[in-house]
């Protein structure tokens, strides 16, 4: 299949930065800007190479300071004003050479040809004062768009200056997508360990011969793994499998074995499931192969 491309472009946001300190860092509620048109992000990176015995030895990156030509449909002139730092009486807009510009962070989201969207936030920057076009009516409509210009800058916080994710991603928690717009994300947190509960426990006396068994993982699992590679039962005695469905919930947490038949009464049985076991953030569980022996009423 195909990779999905870039199609779309809205949901312009941005949120003023209260703190930045080595300490932390706090935003204001981000609020939204209708009528964005174009996002034209200018990176300005560059490597400058090494050379030594008479060939390049060394690359050496850099990072250039982000400029992003942001294009609206309009843009209003008391929120162009607390962009840029300048004041507002009585609905006019005052300006000096001595304006200190908002410092703010921006995001948006960019339409997939999978109907998917991918989020970026820029996490620290400044708008310059725009170049103004005005012209006159003519036969044919002229759109006169506003056009300004964001300089982003690193956190002193953590040195970061952008976040950005794929929906369709599947180590992406939905969580993320969800409240991409309700706060700048300060940090990401990193998933939680592989951990795996079982039904039964390891040792279980006197399970019910119709009982199933269900393999309980605390984060969601990657796809095609739901076969008896990766999860199956045995009679303890001579290892023979014991035919089985596999099912899974639809959060892919939860993984059932279902005998096809009763168990045998008062017999001994290994449920196991394999240490490739992946979640969606590619983790497997510490501990590797688990194995759980139990013995039927």
Known sequence: ????????????????????????????????????????????????????DDGPAVNAPSIGRQEIDIEFTNLPLSLRARLLGQTVTSGVVGEKSDDTPLDVAIGFRSLKSNGKYRYVWYLKGNFTIPDDKYKTKEEKTNFNTQVMKFVGLRRDYDGLYKFAVDEDDPAVPASIITNWFNAVPVAIAEPAALTLATVPTDGAQAVAVGDSITFTYNNALRDSQLTDDYFYLVKAADGTKVEAALSIDSAKKVVTLDPKVNLTALTEYIAVASGLVTDIYGQKLAAGTTIVNFKTA
Not at 31 to 38: F, N, R
Request: proline share 4%; charged share 15%; net charge negative.
């Open 1 to 52: 299949m195909a990779e999905a491309i870039q199609i779309g472009l809205d949901s312009f946001h941005y949120a003023p930065l209260l703190t930045d300190t080595t300490a932390g860092c706090s935003y204001d509620t981000p609020a939204q800007i209708s009528g964005l048109v174009t996002a034209d992000v200018k990176a300005n990176g560059s490597i400058e190479t090494q050379y030594a």
